[in-house]
């Protein structure tokens, strides 16, 4: 154990300070009075406490401090220049119940922000309420419910979900009230358009969709599977939590989709994780627009600090630069894909979008995906996102972003080659991993519900 790994309260020395004040001739205020004992703080010096936050700090994985593939959510690096701006005071110090004539500069931030978003996506309005992406499709769910009933069309109550979504989108349309079908996908990864056929009817109020899906492969017969929908008048829903491999490049508002959310805080630049903060805008197509709350633009609007980077990393890379984006993501995913595959098994070898899915060790000797995660960690990798999508038993989600370098990806790639003849020589270890992180493998619900915070 290393010295600093120990407790604060086992480097407390009693009458150790890090702070000096001057005498002071003041007397406590009349009623107050001295507490009998001290409160039993760790003594220390500052040096110590400096120490002890740090090393608290590096005992977690961050995006800042190592290479973080994780598949469906994004952990893209996020340029220091968009949190400098965020925290400028004139932005920090708003109160949404300001008159509106004195916060002109956040209205035209969130005006600018509609029409970048508009301009990105080929919706028609945003609006930034929403906190997170299931937020947003919550928002986005009960528009569509609006528009059906605005045309006395009460009985659609059915939402169409592939069998490889995000878990949010049954999810929200449960909340809403709507009732959840499944749509099969084929070998393929796509949506099989036979089985969508079937389910459309008079009850559909829409289809939720993500494209590229959640296995990272585009829905080439989107345009097919829009006029189904629309033709049977249902709406379609894009859930755009991952837009990072369209942007600039393709538009859901040109492949037929009516309502879609975003996440600002995957693929615009916020560090996320956690539980936020996020920000997941609405956008809608012309005839879902007057049922956006209105003002679009005013008081209360969501995680505006969010929004804020977001709108500086717009803005930073520009119309064409932020076309790279994507395409170094998806290169980047390719690139990892072709250079494991004869060490690790890919359910659907076709090119991907930004991440791609393995189904495991190509030859496992027991060792599950969970213990390739794990071994991860040892390198000072971030795990993958793992057994996610659900369409495969040992999924492992892999997606790099446009900020790696090729010589990042090269040593990930490396070490997952390490790990695969790890795999052959000792199993054992691998079932033990991680062996030099601060703790190994909590039993991760607990650790996540019942938390032990307090020295004991
Ligand atoms: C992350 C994600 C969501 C949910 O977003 P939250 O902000 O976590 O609520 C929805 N869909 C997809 C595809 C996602 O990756």
Same mark, same amino acid.
């Given at each position: 154990m290393k010295y600093y790994d120990k407790l604060i309260f086992e480097l407390s020395k009693p009458g150790r300070t890090g702070y000096s004040l001057p005498e002071t001739e003041q007397q406590l205020p009349k009623g107050i009075v001295w507490r009998e004992t001290a409160p039993a703080l760790p003594e220390v010096s500052e040096v110590d406490v400096v120490r002890h936050y740090t090393n608290l700090s590096q005992m977690n994985f961050g995006v800042d401090t190592g290479f973080y593939p994780l598949g469906s959510c994004t952990m893209k690096y996020n340029p220091k220049v968009n949190e400098e701006i965020a925290a400028m005071p004139a932005f920090t110090g708003?109160?949404? &119940?300001?008159?509106?004539s004195t916060v002109k500069g956040a209205l035209e931030v969130l005006a600018g922000m509609d029409k970048a978003l508009a301009a990105i996506t080929g919706m028609k309005h945003f609006t930034f309420l929403p906190c997170a992406g299931a937020h947003g499709e919550l928002t986005g769910l009960m528009l569509m419910r609006e528009y059906h009933m605005s045309r006395g069309d009460l009985a659609r109550t059915k939402v169409i979900v592939p069998d490889s979504a995000h878990g949010t989108n049954p999810a929200s349309a449960a909340v809403c009230g709507l009732d959840i079908v499944v749509v099969k996908s084929k070998a393929d990864g796509l949506v099989d358009v036979e089985a969508l056929k079937a389910l459309l009817g008079p009850d559909v109020a829409g289809i939720m969709l993500t494209n590229p899906n959640t296995l990272g &492969?585009?829905?080439?017969?989107i345009k097919e599977i829009a006029e189904l929908v629309h033709g049977c008048g249902g709406l379609l829903y894009y859930d755009g939590a991952n837009m990072n491999p369209l942007?600039?490049?393709?538009r859901p508002g040109d492949m037929g989709f009516d309502i879609m959310h975003l996440n600002l805080h995957k693929t615009f630049s916020t560090p996320h994780g956690g539980g936020g903060p996020g920000s997941g805008p609405v956008g809608v197509s012309d005839k879902v627009v007057p049922f956006l709350h209105i003002p679009h633009v005013s008081g209360f609007h969501g995680n505006f600090g969010v929004i804020l980077r977001a709108y500086a990393y717009i803005l930073m890379l520009g119309r064409e630069h932020i076309k790279l984006a994507g395409k170094l993501a998806t290169l980047g995913a390719n690139y990892i894909k072709e250079s494991l595959k004869d060490c690790y098994k890919l359910p659907i070898p076709t090119v991907c979008k930004h991440e791609f899915v393995f189904d495991g060790l190509l030859e496992d000797n027991g060792v599950s995906t969970l213990d390739v995660a794990k071994r991860l960690l040892d390198y000072g990798f971030h795990a993958p996102?793992?057994?996610?999508?659900?369409?495969?038993?040992?999924a492992i989600m892999i997606e790099p972003t446009e900020t790696e370098s090729l010589e990042t990806l090269d040593a990930f790639i490396a070490v997952m080659r390490k790990i695969a003849e790890e795999a052959k020589s000792d199993p054992e270890m691998l079932h033990a991993a991680p062996h030099n992180t601060p703790i190994g493998r909590p039993d991760e619900t607990t650790a996540a519900r019942q938390p032990v915070l307090k020295y004991d």
């Open positions: 708003l109160h949404p &119940l300001q008159p509106a &492969l585009f829905e080439r017969d942007l600039g490049v393709v996102t793992i057994y996610f999508p659900l369409l495969f038993h040992q």
